[in-house]
Every structure is written in structure tokens, then in C-alpha cells.
């Protein structure tokens, strides 16, 4: 169903549950599925237009919306997908659209025998939202070959900048504040496709064997701390297995929370501030979250 204006899908009622991978969450009144760049820019304005607040959503990877739900707009980019590659000296310059799936775009890359993000394959989620946290694994983050990106913000005028005026950080960029990425640039290098998919192998074997695929998470909950890796510290508060509910600390990665089948989003809360007192408590180190919690305490 279309709105005037909006040429791509409109839900109302949208539960979120059925939107993010932990799946949990209330209703929001409206989500919507912009068709491009330029429709994105005409869904903030149809918001604005009904002075109604609105956040950007891929594919809901690391979010926990609370129970209540959300009094706002939900605009979801996952539909917004293209790809190209532009040959270079030694490799190529691929432009991508932030609702590609990473995966999926790693795997594209791979079979031009392009290297440079194969390490950070099986991260779930979008382009746009790796982008956004600066999403890494076994040494690299996805800034390391990032050239550009395109982004629409607020006010629904569409931007490119260099990679030299992003700051990037431990698992955040300047992306943080409310824009919406909408495209990217990465230069890649030719190489090996043996080896390439390799490391692809080795980092999904990896994934399999360490963190809980076959159940509904967030993945990482907590970020790292000063370099020491935050499931530690909550093994050695001896919270491996505890639940609340039926949300669990994932006995194969104390740092995943998993729905062991009819977790709420206040479950899965009460858990993490649980997670962070024992924590404090046991080591004096105070965790900070990853996942991004939508409104709890009466916030959006």
C-alpha cells in the first residue's frame, strides 16, 4: 500500500518483533519500505509533514524495541539494494546501496576475486548499519577500505562525504546521531579467490562453532573493554546460562542474550542490567552496550 508521495510500501501497525532478530517488540504506527534514495527523502518528508519522530532500520540485527512499543515512524531501508564495480589498478572500486545484505556483498566481491572485507563475512545485518557501528571481526573493520559513503539527513537532504571527514571508532562512527546511510564506496584489491574463500570458510566456521546461530539474539550485547573481550567478564560473574524469562545468557557466548522461544523486550532488559551489576560487581568493570534499545524509560 502506497501513500501519496511515497512510492514504496507503507505498514501501519507495524509489530517489531517481526522486524528485528531477537524478536521482540511492541507496534509502531507506521514502518516504512522506501523503493530508492530519492523515496527515503520523500518518507522523512511525509513524516515531518505529520510532525510524527522517525528512526532508520536495516535489518534489525542489534536493536531491542521495548514492549510498549514505539509513539514514531520507522523507516527500513532493506529494499534500497545496488551494485557496482568500477575497475582499478590492481582492483576496483565497488558502490553499493546500504540495504544490501554484508554477506551477500562479501560474496559478490569473492567471486571478482576482491579482497579487503572478506574477514567480516557471516556479520548479519546491512551494509548501512555495519557502516554505522563500524562493525569488525578477526582484525578488520568494515572503515579499513571504506572510500565514501552517501546519506540523507534529517531533514531529508542527500550528502556524500570522504572517508577523511567520517570519525570512526570502536564500534561507532558519526553515522550515529540519526542519519541514514544510503550508499557506500569501498576500494577493493585483487587477489587469490582460493584464499579469499579461505578466510571466508575459516570465519564462518568460526561463527558456527563459537557463537548461538540456531536462536533468536541481537548478537554481541556488550562491547568490548579495553581490548579484553566483554564475554570474560561475564563468565567470571558466573552468568553463563542464567535467564530471566525466557531470555538466556547464551551458554556457547556469555556476551549473546538468546529468545529461548517467548522472551519479552523487558526480559531481555531486566537481563542486561543484571548482566551489568554482577559484572561490576564481580570484576569492577562497567560494560556498556552494543545492541541499540529503543524505547525503554519512556524514551524513544
Known sequence: MGQPGIRGQVVKNASMRKYTSMKVGGTVPYLLYPRDEEDVSAAIGWFRHRNLPFRFLGNGTNVIVADSGLNMGVIRTTRIRHLQ???TD???LVEVAAGMPLKLLISQCAERRLSGIEKLYGIPGTVGGAIKMNAGSFGVSISDCLTSVKF???NGVIRSIGKKDIKFGYRTSSFCKGECILAASFE???ADQGQIRADMDYVWHERQEKHPMELPSAGSVFKNKDGNP???YIDQAGLRGFRIGDACISEKHPNFIVNMGNASASDIKRLIETVKKRVQE???VTLEEE?????FNGQN
Not at 291 to 295: D, F, I, R, S
Open 152 to 154: 540523507v539527513g534529517l
Open 291 to 295: 545492541v541499540e534499545l529503543w524505547g
Open 230 to 232: 566483554s564475554w570474560r
Open 282 to 284: 564481580a570484576t569492577g
Open 90 to 92: 590492481g582492483g576496483a
Open 85 to 87: 564495480f568500477k575497475k
Open 188 to 190: 577493493l584489491r585483487d
